[in-house]
């Protein structure tokens, strides 16, 4: 079991930054792999950035060279670190949890178990 509580959204102008928080309670000794996804309205829910059990880590191509997924695991806290923003990363972002992932979690929904309640990211133009 894990519980997850996004925290760091907010308003930004484009070219901005912000940076979001994700702190997971889980039992002892369990290690997860986890996801950043975002749906903007009227749009499908989309994996945006993860990071593996292991440490590797991965984003879409939208935002690679912009976004950086980061853990803190003294603190079980993942961090988004989100710059040079743009008005269609306006979503509501999501993190989620899984017991493991695969090269290709981030398109699969599916794979991650445990979600946050999100947090709203809007910038503007």
């Known amino acids: 079991q894990a519980q997850l509580v996004e925290s760091g959204g907010g308003t930004a102008q484009a070219g901005g930054s912000l940076r979001l928080s994700c702190v997971a309670s889980r039992n002892s000794g369990t290690t997860y792999c986890m996801a950043w996804f975002r749906q903007a309205p009227g749009t499908e829910r989309e994996g945006v950035a993860v990071?593996?059990?292991?440490?590797?880590?991965d984003n879409i191509d939208s935002v690679k060279g912009r976004f950086t997924m980061s853990q803190d695991n003294v603190e079980n806290t993942v961090y988004l670190q989100m710059q040079s923003l743009k008005p269609e990363d306006t979503a509501m972002y999501y993190c989620a949890a899984a017991r493991n992932c695969r090269s290709d979690s981030l398109s699969r929904e599916s794979d991650f178990s445990y979600w946050g309640q999100g947090t709203q990211v809007t910038v503007s133009s």
């Open positions: 990071i593996g059990r292991t440490g590797w880590t």
